[in-house]
Nanobody, 123 residues
Framework: QVQLVESGGGLVQAGDSLRLSCAAS??????YGWFRQAPGKEREFLAR????????ITADSVKGRFTISKDNAKNTVYLQMNSLKPEDTAVYYC??????????????????WGQGTQVTVSS
């Protein structure tokens, strides 16, 4: 059974940091992505990483504050979030695809999704 399980969300204050984890099982993936969705808003791409080689793309909206990384031994992808702001409040989702797609910044680029983890940043 293919699973992506996110963890690490929670309630923090503005300026704090959080690290989200996405543990994959059931198959191998070529690319992982992180998205978020705030209430009343569309799901937003944040970052992606290629499993082979580790190349990354980060959205301009979070560049300099959010960093995606991976741990091959643990088959886990991380999203390090620093200097959090109230507008970062959202449900954060991990996504993955086994296919090597050239476009990796849209929801349609991914075939598997985690259940989401809530991040709430208070002012």
């Amino acid at each position: 059974q293919v699973q992506l399980v996110e963890s690490g969300g929670g309630l923090v204050q503005a300026g704090d940091s959080l690290r989200l984890s996405c543990a994959a099982s059931g198959r191998t993936f070529s690319t992982y992505g992180w998205f978020r969705q705030a209430p009343g808003k569309e799901r937003e791409f944040l970052a992606r990483i290629r499993w082979s080689g580790g190349s990354t793309i980060t959205a301009d909206s979070v560049k300099g504050r959010f960093t995606i990384s991976k741990d091959n031994a643990k088959n886990t992808v991380y999203l390090q979030m620093n200097s959090l702001k109230p507008e970062d409040t959202a449900v954060y989702y991990c996504a993955a695809t086994p296919l090597f797609r050239s476009i990796t910044t849209t929801q349609a680029s991914y075939d598997y999704w985690g259940q989401g983890t809530q991040v709430t940043v208070s002012s």
